[in-house]
């Protein structure tokens, strides 16, 4: 899965020399919080959203620094602050600094960059110009889509503890986590010791996904290294 079939194609988009309200309109007639700021060439320079019209003379909400903080900005920030809640074309409200995705990034791209930039949504482009929109509602669709996995019929006890040892395995931070596996009849049991009530949490997933599991009996216990001596281990 790309970011291609992840994003919404069909974009609604506005020009840098739009106005303000002309912004606030298509998100309401829309009903979008977002919409990307395009050039003649259908490349993105900027977006705008909800948060960006939130301080405005019109409504009163423009803010009021204290005289010393617009002092010790040498009046750069009342001066920003001005142009944000008194302009009017969409080039001067915009968030300018756009961060955008190709369309062949991988979700966990994605992801990363929602994470790190923290944002709601994200461009994707193809050679520079817009060819969709990634939002939080596009992920979760995805999530929705994905059909669980066929548990295994029948599967032998011996073959499902060696596949639930093996994902168990998988998980960066295990090592000697858990002390021993039991499967009987499709069910398995965990026992052991871990660090911490995730840890623990973390290897039940780990073996609720291996298909053919009909159930987890989780029995490892959360102990504090610092008083069990490392447990022995």
Same mark, same amino acid.
């Given at each position: 899965?790309?970011?291609?079939?992840?994003?919404?194609?069909?974009?609604?988009?506005?020009? =840098?020399?739009? $106005?303000?309200?002309?912004?606030?309109? $298509?998100? +309401?007639?829309?009903?979008?919080?977002?919409?990307?700021?395009?050039?003649?060439? !259908?490349?993105?320079?900027?977006?705008?959203?909800?948060?960006?019209?939130?301080?405005? @003379?019109?409504?009163?909400?423009?803010?009021? /620094?204290? &005289?010393?903080?617009?002092?010790?900005?040498?009046? $750069?920030? =009342?001066?920003?602050?001005?142009?944000?809640?008194? *302009?009017?074309?969409?080039?001067?409200?915009?968030?300018?600094?756009?961060?955008?995705?190709?369309?062949?990034?991988?979700?966990?791209?994605?992801? /990363?960059?929602?994470?790190?930039?923290?944002?709601?949504?994200? =461009?994707?482009? /193809? /050679?520079?110009?817009?060819?969709?929109?990634?939002?939080? *509602?596009?992920?979760?669709?995805?999530?929705?889509?994905?059909?669980?996995?066929?548990?295994?019929?029948?599967?032998?006890?011996?073959?499902?503890?060696?596949?639930?040892?093996?994902?168990?395995?998988?998980?960066? &931070?295990?090592?000697?986590?858990?002390?021993?596996?039991?499967?009987?009849?499709?069910?398995?049991?965990? &026992?052991?010791?871990?660090?911490?009530?995730?840890?623990?949490? *973390? +290897?039940?997933?780990?073996?609720?996904?291996?298909?053919?599991?009909?159930? @987890?009996?989780?029995?490892?216990?959360?102990?504090?290294?610092?008083?069990? !001596?490392?447990?022995?281990?």
């Amino acid at each position: 899965m790309k970011a291609i079939d992840l994003m919404t194609p069909r974009v609604i988009t506005i020009g =840098p020399d739009a $106005t303000v309200a002309d912004a606030a309109r $298509t998100m +309401l007639e829309n009903h979008i919080s977002g919409l990307p700021v395009v050039d003649g060439s !259908g490349k993105v320079v900027g977006i705008i959203s909800e948060g960006d019209l939130l301080r405005r @003379v019109e409504l009163g909400t423009e803010r009021h /620094r204290s &005289w010393w903080l617009g002092l010790m900005s040498g009046g $750069t920030l =009342p001066a920003e602050d001005f142009i944000k809640s008194h *302009a009017r074309k969409v080039a001067d409200v915009m968030t300018a600094h756009v961060t955008t995705v190709d369309e062949s990034a991988s979700p966990e791209e994605v992801v /990363r960059v929602m994470e790190t930039r923290r944002i709601k949504r994200v =461009p994707v482009v /193809r /050679r520079g110009a817009l060819v969709g929109i990634i939002s939080r *509602a596009n992920l979760l669709r995805a999530l929705a889509s994905v059909s669980p996995e066929t548990p295994a019929a029948a599967a032998d006890d011996r073959d499902l503890k060696d596949r639930v040892t093996a994902a168990v395995k998988e998980l960066s &931070w295990e090592s000697r986590s858990h002390d021993a596996i039991v499967v009987r009849n499709g069910v398995v049991q965990l &026992w052991g010791f871990v660090s911490s009530g995730a840890q623990r949490d *973390a +290897l039940r997933v780990a073996a609720e996904r291996v298909p053919g599991v009909k159930a @987890v009996e989780n029995n490892i216990q959360v102990v504090d290294p610092a008083e069990s !001596g490392a447990w022995g281990l």
